[in-house]
């Protein structure tokens, strides 16, 4: 079992930048960002595991992954943050993972209670 607890939502203006901390209770192979607005499908956003990591379109070359495995801390930096970007940002983890897959909510049995992302304009 893994608890993962995320924090640094909020809101900001676009254009804004905002990062997204997720601490979890022990380490995992594989540990994801995914997002879901209201009346939407979640969809990962980003992810990373011992090959690499991978974005998804919408954010690449604006947010950023990152870890540190001895704060057991997955981050996420957002940047140049749209209005489209508004959303529930859920942390993700798992110890089986294929990179293929990294993105897919399906692949992850472990999972936060979310953190709130609102880009105002």
């Known amino acids: 079992q893994v608890q993962l607890v995320e924090s640094g939502g909020g809101s900001v203006e676009a254009g804004g930048s905002l990062r997204l901390s997720c601490v979890a209770s022990?380490?995992?192979?594989?540990q994801g960002w995914f997002r879901q607005a209201p009346g939407k499908e979640r969809e990962g956003v980003a992810a990373i595991y011992p090959g690499g990591s991978s974005y998804a379109d919408s954010v690449k070359d604006r947010f950023t992954v990152s870890q540190d495995n001895a704060k057991n801390t997955l981050y996420l930096q957002m940047n140049s943050l749209k209005a489209e970007d508004t959303s529930m940002y859920y942390c993700?983890?798992?110890?089986?993972?294929?990179?293929?897959?990294?993105?897919?909510?399906?692949?992850?049995?472990?999972w936060g209670q979310g953190t709130q992302v609102t880009v105002a304009g």
């Open positions: 022990r380490r995992t192979l594989c």
């Open positions: 993700a983890a798992d110890f089986r993972c294929i990179g293929s897959r990294i993105l897919l909510p399906d692949e992850y049995n472990y």
